[in-house]
């Protein structure tokens, strides 16, 4: 399962982006429209608020990274002269916080001690809200030369093209969650092979982990979130239909690793162009693209 | 930074464990003293409550997953005979959300439309409180054939080595927070390589991504969670003072790795055997060990 609720809020969520802190220190507010890339149907209604910063005290002092292609693989690293705190490069997605979940107290945003970022922190108890990216876990489901994929039932993305995948849950590996996945969205029973692709979006706060997988028994059948699922051949497979950027990229790898003769395993960041639809999944770049 | 506080959660919090659903489709409660592994340093000093099953549709028909080994890899598949399910083998950790952080509402738990498992769902404005694992990013740093790593200068762990890690922040990519972690914690300017290991430890919801780096200046020295940096040769390193599991895995595979002449691409879950001390870092099992 992959609802856009669980990253997007609802209407009432507040949303701001942070862009190139190394030269403003501070936000660029911009509208989902023009940003998400990975569930571009949710749309938060209310304007856009700027939150407050993450990071006050090394904003001013945060550079950009690097990318040096050589060949097909590129390092990444930390421009030149200190000091060489890293960027944030990317831009985040946050809400704002309100409230303590424990106790229910009022939050205030400071900075901890012996931290270097903008905190919820509650009132009332001292406890500290932390938001973290969340992990998206999948199969790329090999089987006769070809590929499994389901057609969404759902929003975002209905009806387009996506491999089973959905949010990693406590409690569980992500190969145990790939596996849940997929049998939620396909009713297929698979096998995790080996780790395929590690694709950051930063700007929406996700990660994708995705293996490389073959089915147990010849069976697959939509589950709720699906209303088809179907074996693709590598040169069948419905570039211009797809669900999400996340998917293009990793098809798009998967496909050239096998005309290359070996699928290896690929590390990547998907940063959405500027300016760009939402709902136009090749309007991205694949960054520090390496590879084992 | 690794600090415990962030998945462990101070004095009043609520830790329950799920531990094979699909024999008694509940929790067995367990003290972290004898379950966390990789931030064995930090009590709950409360009694543990049953917080709520996370998923009570499924938990009756999930079943165990197995491991097949072929020589040096394992393929993790789900076991036979339908419902195929995949069972939460491993043991999660969840706070008890009490309040919405959005509107500071009252939550009570239940299972959401269209969804599987039990969420904290706030009874004012009706949004769901999605808890998921966090991602920690470190850099295994190589420099004239040997490894850097950091002495803690905090709790947990406190005086034993690790490689510089720690959480994924929103809005940073896997690599771009490894290279923060490594400036914060060895003032060290890295350029990352490759993508070397994921390692899931599902008992305390936490992904460990370790890429291969190497120092862009020979420079170093430690930051305010470090009281010493140091490069070890890999007949030096301190396998009997490491940190964390999660370390001694990484620094294993790695020493194998360079033995046998090409890192690789390792995916793994790391399980503390039950009933070994927290403490004991070389008490777990690496399952599910896949390789690229």
Redesign the interface.
């Known amino acids: 399962?992959l609802k856009a609720?669980?990253i997007f809020?609802?209407s009432?969520?507040l949303v701001a982006f942070?862009w190139k802190p190394h030269a403003t220190s501070g936000f660029i507010l911009v509208s989902t429209n023009s940003l998400s890339c990975s569930a571009p149907r949710k749309r938060t209604r209310r304007p856009y608020l700027v939150l407050s910063p993450?990071s006050t005290r090394k904003a001013s002092s945060s550079r950009a990274?690097r990318v040096?292609s050589t060949g097909s693989?590129s390092?990444?690293?930390?421009s030149s002269s200190p000091p060489?705190?890293?960027?944030?490069?990317?831009?985040?997605?946050?809400?704002?916080?309100?409230?303590?979940?424990?106790?229910?107290g009022?939050t205030k945003y400071e900075i901890p001690d012996?931290?270097?970022?903008m905190r919820?922190i509650c009132t009332l108890?001292g406890?500290?809200?932390?938001?973290?990216?969340?992990?998206v876990v999948g199969c790329l489901i090999e089987h006769d030369n070809k590929v499994l994929l389901c057609r969404r039932n759902i929003q975002p993305s209905y009806g387009l093209w996506t491999l089973p995948a959905g949010?990693?849950?406590?409690?569980?590996?992500?190969?145990?969650g790939a596996?849940?996945e997929t049998?939620?969205e396909a009713s297929a029973?698979?096998?995790?092979?080996?780790?395929?692709a590690?694709l950051?979006i930063?700007l929406i706060?996700q990660?994708y982990?995705i293996?490389l997988s073959r089915l147990?028994k010849p069976h697959f059948s939509p589950g709720?979130e699906s209303s088809e699922c179907r074996l693709f051949s590598l040169d069948e497979i419905p570039f211009d239909s797809l669900a999400f950027s996340s998917m293009l990229v990793t098809l798009n790898l998967y496909t050239e690793d096998v005309k290359a003769g070996r699928?290896?395993?690929h590390?990547g960041?998907i940063n959405k162009r500027p300016g760009t639809s939402p709902s136009d999944i090749h309007a991205y770049t694949l960054d520090?693209h390496?590879?084992?």
């Open positions: 399962m609720l669980q809020g609802s009432s969520g942070r993450f990274l040096h693989e390092k990444m690293d930390a060489p705190s890293v960027a944030v490069q990317s831009a985040g997605i946050v809400r704002k916080i309100n409230f303590c979940q424990w106790c229910g009022a012996g931290e270097e970022k919820a108890c406890k500290i809200a932390y938001q973290n990216p969340k992990m949010y990693l849950e406590i409690g569980e590996s992500a190969a145990e596996i849940r049998w939620e029973e698979v096998e995790v092979v080996s780790p395929f590690q950051d930063p706060g990660t982990i293996f147990k709720p699928p290896k395993f590390y960041t520090y390496l590879q084992s």
